[in-house]
């Protein structure tokens, strides 16, 4: 299966700093069939980007995604309060589809 | 608006079974693939089992092979998972969740219900 590892594991900004979350796997992975997810602490996880790149409905343009192959990143370009949360990538070109382990976006 | 609201969780003894089902809202159950997610106590996200949409294409995790099955009623628009021989790591809030998109029978999940706590112990 594919192995995702998340970087860095905690990322410690202040509101207004841009987030850059890398998500690498293990081999490539097909057709960029990525997604990203964001979980606030006893909540549901939300979809943010699928294929790699795309805006899921309803989310703020200043979150996107990019990669291909082997190395994807989000990139949330000002952080807004409501933004600080753990954030997964997940893959679905293989199976079984695999989550990283996360990444925790704290306020500085 | 999508809805899908987990019931059936609770404490239960080693070895021991629990179903687990989502009553799902706001969009034709029957036309999408479904499946359940688990997420141990402040640890990351376990894919479980997916369906297809017509009780075809189901797939389950190593980890949970020969214990679990998973089914929907679509005339319910109910999606269960019937969990057997339970074990102390099967601890976790199990969500259930729509895949709008597959390839290869590998999705991604759009909507998730809010979980439902399943705690093994003795």
């Known amino acids: 299966e594919i192995v995702l590892t998340q970087s860095p594991g905690t990322l410690s900004l202040s509101p207004g700093e841009r987030a850059t979350l890398s998500c690498r796997a293990s081999q490539s992975v097909s057709s960029s069939n990525l997604v990203w997810y964001q979980q606030k602490p006893g909540q549901a996880p939300r979809l943010l980007i699928y294929g790699a790149s795309r805006r899921a409905t309803g989310i703020p343009d200043r979150f996107s995604g990019s990669g291909s192959g082997t190395d994807f990143t989000l990139t949330i370009s000002r952080l807004e309060p409501e933004d600080f949360a753990v954030y997964y990538c997940?893959?679905?070109?293989?199976?079984?589809?695999?989550f990283g382990q996360g990444t925790k976006v704290e306020i500085k | 608006e999508v809805q899908l609201v987990e019931s059936g969780g609770g404490l239960v003894k080693p070895g021991g079974s629990l179903r687990l089902s989502c009553a799902a809202s706001?969009?034709?159950?029957?036309?999408?693939?479904m499946n359940w997610v688990r997420q141990a106590p402040g640890k990351g996200l376990e894919w479980v089992s997916s369906?297809?949409?017509?009780?075809?294409?189901?797939y389950y995790a190593d980890s949970v092979k020969g214990r679990f099955t998973i089914s929907r009623d679509n005339a319910k628009n109910s999606l269960y998972l019937q969990m057997n021989s339970l074990r102390a790591e099967d601890t976790a809030v199990y969500f259930c969740?729509?895949?709008?998109?597959?390839?290869?029978?590998?999705?991604?999940?759009?909507?998730w219900g809010q979980g439902t706590l399943v705690t093994v112990s003795s």
């Open positions: 969740a729509r895949d709008p998109y597959c390839d290869g029978g590998t999705c991604y999940s759009d909507y």
């Open positions: 369906i297809g949409s017509i009780n075809t294409y189901i």
């Open positions: 706001g969009f034709t159950f029957s036309g999408y693939y």
């Open positions: 997940q893959q679905y070109g293989s199976s079984p589809r695999t």
